[in-house]
């Protein structure tokens, strides 16, 4: 019986330093660091702050970057309205870090999930369902009902488009802080988005419902766009504007990383179908047998750890196109949803039901900037309306007229055959637009507005006039679906 009890089942090599760091990530934890996590940096696992975005390549390390005074003072920015009685319920990797519902500590290893996992619903064959969808969105009483889920139609899963259940995760109240010197001088100083989760409180009273959402996903490598075999090795072009065709994909053929020499002896044999692909199709053709089973479970298993490696590099790739970091698997990502027609924002500039992806809290920071820009240029109409018509010759400049994707400007408006939706605005003022969202983020952790619940908004320090009277006002509440089974 003692015998049996010392007995260690073993599927795999056992990574003894994986182990140790994942015994130290626990205790690290257990002391109130719950924004610590374990990353890869080729084959080492290290600790990533991910207050700080710092790398930490051991304990020792890491401990000593806890005690010292860049972190101190980067959690004293984030403990102000990151933590409190009812956290945010994300964990994207870049401001949210809260890991409730993560399945394993190491990132790019084991959180490699499948977007099957996500509930699907069959596409019906009428389109009688679209006014369902949207009468439910339209409908405040039907889209605040966490008991049953919302469904959004024509969502690109797995090269198949469908529909998909969303459920309610809970709401943000925005607000912001106006200046106002005369009634021709006002400005925006602050603008924030405060997590009140699914409290209805006074927020029917005091919030009008924003007419866009926020969809939060689980990260996955093949998640939003469609893959084919041929494009698996293309990097996403984060730049370029989003006009979906067949295959969902673009850019240019990456170089070959020679670290790996099996999976570039792999790609070069053109063995390029998925991990369970792999696996499957050797299994198929063994021969039958205890020693030749064994045989093949060996090779299965190092074929699907050379493909999920591969797979791991092309997610690496993928950056968010508003603040240019990564999105790792099993991260929180978000892509916008128009409560008005029930589609999500990039189905009006495409037709093959894909979509973009940002980080949760990139993405939370520019609905806040759209909002921000229409309250600026609506008080600047004001103004001008008071001073004459000084400005009927002044050259117009881009406008934020709507929240809209940041990559593909769609809106999700509802699109007649193939005439797809058009962008409005230059590249070049769409990146001074997702600029100024990030310099007024970094502006808002060094003074942020003290609220109860937890927040994340931006400051224009510029806009504060002198010897003015300020006050706050509430704008939109703000829902948050989530797409995890």
């Known amino acids: 019986m003692v015998g049996k009890e010392l007995v260690v089942q073993r599927n795999g090599p056992v990574d003894i330093r994986e182990i140790a760091a994942k015994a130290t990530l626990r205790e690290v934890r257990q002391n109130g660091h719950t924004y610590v996590e374990l990353r890869r940096a080729g084959k080492r696992v290290i600790f990533f702050c991910t207050i700080c975005l710092t790398e930490c390549f051991s304990d020792n390390v890491l401990f000593d970057h806890l005690k010292g005074n860049l972190h101190a003072r980067r959690y004293a920015e984030a403990k102000v309205t990151l933590f409190g009685p009812m956290p945010w319920p994300f964990n994207d990797g870049v401001l949210f870090f809260n890991n409730s519902r993560e399945k394993d500590p190491l990132l790019l290893e084991s959180s490699l999930q499948s977007t099957r996992e996500l509930a699907l619903v069959p596409l019906p064959e009428s389109e009688g369902n679209d006014t369902e969808v949207t009468s439910k969105l339209k409908n405040g009483s039907s889209s605040r009902n966490a008991d049953g889920p919302l469904v959004i139609p024509g969502v690109l899963l797995q090269d198949v488009v469908t529909n998909l259940p969303v459920h309610l995760l809970g709401y ?4 912001y802080r106006i200046c106002e010197a005369s009634q021709s001088s006002r400005k925006i100083s602050k603008i924030w988005c ?13 919030y009008e419902q924003s007419d866009f959402a926020i969809v939060n996903f689980s990260y996955t490598y093949d998640l939003g766009r469609k893959l084919s075999s041929d494009d698996q090795d293309l990097p996403i072009s984060s730049g370029s504007f989003f006009v979906i065709d067949d295959a969902g994909h673009r850019g240019k053929r990456r170089k ?6 099996e999976a570039s002896s792999e790609e070069s044999n053109g063995q390029n179908s998925s991990a369970h692909g792999n696996s499957q199709a050797i299994v198929t053709g063994s021969p039958t047998g205890t020693s030749a089973n ?10 699907v750890r050379r493909e999920l490696r591969k797979q791991k590099r092309i997610a690496a790739e993928k950056v968010c ?3 240019g970091r990564p999105m790792l698997p099993g991260k929180d990502v978000a892509t916008l949803l128009n409560r008005n027609t029930g589609n999500l924002a990039c ?21 806040i900037l759209c909002q921000y820009e229409i309250l600026s240029d609506q008080l600047a109409s004001k103004g001008k309306s008071n001073r004459g018509r000084k400005a009927k010759n002044a050259p117009k400049k881009s406008k934020l007229t709507s929240i809209l994707c940041p990559e593909c400007q769609g809106t999700g408006i509802h699109v007649d055959g193939d005439e797809l939706e058009k962008p409005t605005i230059s590249l070049s003022e769409m990146f001074r637009f997702k600029l100024k969202a990030i310099e007024a983020h970094k502006a808002w952790l060094k003074s942020p507005e003290v609220l109860e619940n937890c927040s994340t908004g931006l400051h224009f320090p510029s806009e504060h006039l002198l010897n003015s009277e ?3 006002m509430p704008l939109k509440s703000l829902p948050f679906y989530t797409a995890d089974a």
């Open 172 to 175: 943000g109240n925005i607000a």
């Open 194 to 206: 405060a997590w009140v989760g699914q409290e209805e409180s006074d927020r029917l009273n005091t």
């Open 256 to 261: 070959k990383s020679f670290s790996d020499q």
């Open 294 to 303: 064994l045989q093949v479970s060996l090779v299965s298993s190092k074929s």
């Open 321 to 323: 196109d508003i603040c």
């Open 347 to 367: 189905s009006s500039r495409n037709s093959s039901g894909a979509y973009h992806l940002f980080h949760t809290s990139c993405l939370l920071h520019w609905t």
């Open 470 to 472: 300020e006050k706050v």
